[in-house]
T-cell receptor, first 115, second 119 residues
Framework: SQTIHQWPATLVQPVGSPLSLECTVE??????LYWYRQAAGRGLQLLFY??????ISSEVPQNLSASRPQDRQFILSSKKLLLSDSGFYLC??????????????FGPGTRLLVL | AQKITQTQPGMFVQEKEAVTLDCTYD???????LFWYKQPSSGEMIFLIY??????QNATEGRYSLNFQKARKSANLVISASQLGDSAMYFC????????????????FGTGTRLTIIP
């Protein structure tokens, strides 16, 4: 069965510091990978998605970036965090078959607080 | 305009009663998919049910069913015989252009409904 991991679970960082969040998927090959952000009491906003190694598409221009150095690894980064980067970051995967019922499965998330 | 609208920010329901969570959507595509996710206090998003725009029957998954009214662009989630464990945030989401965007299953989410089940 497939599992998705995220770490760290919780992170408190000062403004202007760098960020690196990691997401890994087990039990599947060549998945589509996604990074979402959820502000407090809000819905999910898609930040980045990837259909393969080194292939990153950005949905929202901001000071965040994403990378996919390996097939099942997705990393979210920032060189300098802003207060507005605080939120709950969720990684998700899907099989990437392009069928209508393609479902995204989410990781446990990382709570980021920028002070 | 919002693509997914969930008009109920919060709902309180007595245990064992049925509950309907509203979701309306906006799309000009003919082929799209609608999803419901549950988010308990732990934060993880749990997939519940899916409805395709061309599906002739309403989707059902155990105690969950989807009341799909295509002409009204609504996809309400119905939970039968609610349980205390159903207390959570519920999100409606849509995937558009399912016949075009091969390999990219982007989802657009609503703002969610917080459901509280009262014992």
């Amino acid at each position: 069965s497939q599992t998705i991991h995220q770490w760290p679970a919780t992170l408190v960082q000062p403004v202007g510091s760098p960020l690196s969040l990691e997401c890994t998927v087990e039990g599947t090959s060549n998945p589509n990978l996604y990074w979402y952000r959820q502000a407090a009491g809000r819905g999910l906003q898609l930040l980045f998605y990837s259909v393969g190694i080194g292939q990153i598409s950005s949905e929202v221009p901001q000071n965040l970036s994403a990378s996919r150095p390996q097939d099942r690894q997705f990393i979210l980064s920032s060189k300098k965090l802003l207060l507005s980067d605080s939120g709950f970051y969720l990684c998700a995967w899907s099989l990437g078959r392009g069928v209508a019922k393609e479902t995204q499965y989410f990781g446990p998330g990382t709570r980021l607080l920028v002070l | 305009a919002q693509k997914i609208t969930q008009t109920q920010p919060g709902m309180f329901v007595q245990e064992k009663e049925a509950v309907t969570l509203d979701c309306t959507y906006d799309t000009s595509d003919q082929s799209y998919g609608l999803f419901w996710y549950k988010q308990p206090s732990s934060g993880e998003m749990i997939f519940l049910i899916y409805q395709g725009s061309y599906d002739e029957q309403n989707a059902t998954e155990g105690r969950y069913s989807l009341n799909f009214q295509k002409a009204r662009k609504s996809a309400n989630l119905v939970i039968s015989a609610s349980q205390l464990g159903d207390s959570a945030m519920y999100f409606c989401a849509m995937r558009e252009n399912v016949m075009v965007n091969f390999g990219n299953e982007k989802l657009t989410f609503g703002t969610g409904t917080r459901l509280t089940i009262i014992p």
